[in-house]
Nanobody, 130 residues
Framework: QVQLVESGGGLVHSGGSLKLSCAAS????????VGWFRQAPGKEREGVSC????????YYDDSVKGRFTVSRDKTTNTVYLQMNNLKPEDTAVYYC???????????????????????WGQGTQVTVSS
């Protein structure tokens, strides 16, 4: 089955850390950029981070710069989002996305509509208590 599968969410206290995983099955994720969105209740979807496929350049929203790190492990076909110094405002469902035609780089990725991504992970809940 061709899909993205996420894991790693949970409940942590403010200042804690979590590492999210986004694993691909049925295709090689290494060839494509991967983005991370999050959506909190009552709020719009927010582009958090992205890692390119061509040169592995990275993008971070200002709200997470210096705290989140995106990386990929080509041997396991997985992209990670390491989240440190978590804050209550980071509470949201996090989704990884990619597209085998549109996402070779991260250019403009967070401006696309939801339907423009070929694959979405199932989402993983991150809850940060104060």
């Amino acid at each position: 089955q061709v899909q993205l599968v996420e894991s790693g969410g949970g409940l942590v206290h403010s200042g804690g850390s979590l590492k999210l995983s986004c694993a691909a099955s049925g295709f090689t994720l290494n060839y494509f950029a991967v983005g991370w969105f999050r959506q909190a209740p009552g709020k719009e979807r927010e582009g958090v981070s992205c890692i390119s496929a061509t040169d592995e350049s990275t993008y971070y929203d200002d709200s997470v710069k210096g705290r989140f790190t995106v990386s990929r492990d080509k041997t396991t076909n997985t992209v990670y989002l390491q989240m440190n110094n978590l804050k209550p405002e980071d509470t949201a469902v996090y989704y990884c996305v990619t597209d085998r035609i549109l996402m070779l780089t991260c250019g403009g990725w967070n401006l696309r509509g939801a339907s423009e991504f070929e694959f979405w992970g199932q989402g993983t809940q991150v809850t940060v208590s104060s």
